[in-house]
T-cell receptor
Framework: GAVVSQHPSWVICKSGTSVKIECRSLDFQATTMFWYRQFPKQSLMLMATSNEGSKATYEQGVEKDKFLINHASLTLSTLTVTSAHPEDSSFYICSALGTAYSYEQFFGPGTRLTVL | GENVEQHPSTLSVQEGDSAVIKCTYS??????FPWYKQELGKGPQLIID?????GEKKDQRIAVTLNKTAKHFSLHITETQPEDSAVYFC????????????FGDGTTLTVKP
């Protein structure tokens, strides 16, 4: 199957700093990528949907100025958590839908963000 | 919008026994139903999926059944092994809705050796 990578796998930062997380589709072109947030022992919460070359569509309640999403190419999407605070600490997961795999959704390994 | 309910939230079985996890969905337009396995600290991995034009699909020890009329689908794992222990999520998707999936709340499966 197709592979989605995320970088970094974990990051610790100070409150007030910004953190960028990269999501890459390694062997396919992803027309659509999704960003999720997951709290311990909970389900995946969709934050936004990004399509290559266009603005991301954010879910209700997600601050688009706080969580900046860029999908500049068919293989790369980035999520930047701006002015991070401890309540932003979470597990962030991206996934991708490919042009060749229109049904299957491939997930990245996740990024653990801890804000001190 | 779509609503997916998943039961049970926790399931403990003895190694070798079968495990069944059930999900119901609300939107009759949903036409794709994947199941994911998530191990601690990792992203979800697709283990099996089914489309709405099929009633059952099997892959070795794993099977999924779909009842479109009743709007429910189930994951069946036979001959469970300790390495099957993980959190399992069901999802439902309508491909006309920008490919967005709605996930169940997850089932923590523990297989006791």
């Amino acid at each position: 199957g197709a592979v989605v990578s995320q970088h970094p796998s974990w990051v610790i930062c100070k409150s007030g700093t910004s953190v960028k997380i990269e999501c890459r589709s390694l062997d396919f072109q992803a027309t659509t990528m999704f960003w999720y947030r997951q709290f311990p022992k909970q389900s995946l919460m969709l934050m936004a949907t990004s399509n290559e070359g266009s603005k991301a569509t954010y879910e209700q309640g997600v601050e688009k100025d706080k969580f900046l999403i860029n999908h500049a190419s068919l293989t790369l999407s980035t999520l930047t958590v701006t002015s991070a605070h401890p309540e932003d600490s979470s597990f962030y997961i991206c996934s991708a839908l490919g042009t060749a795999y229109s049904y299957e959704q491939f997930f990245g390994p996740g990024t653990r963000l801890t804000v001190l | 919008g779509e609503n997916v309910e998943q039961h049970p939230s926790t399931l403990s079985v003895q190694e070798g026994d079968s495990a069944v996890i059930k999900c119901t969905y609300s939107d009759s337009a949903s036409n794709y139903f994947p199941w994911y396995k998530q191990e601690l600290g990792k992203g979800p991995q697709l283990i099996i999926d089914i489309r709405s034009n099929v009633g059952e699909k099997k892959d070795q020890r794993i099977a999924v059944t779909l009842n479109k009329t009743a709007k429910h689908f189930s994951l069946h794992i036979t001959e469970t092994q300790p390495e099957d222990s993980a959190v399992y999520f069901c999802a439902a998707r309508d491909n006309t809705n920008a490919g967005k999936s709605t996930f169940g709340d997850g089932t923590t499966l523990t297989v006791k050796p």
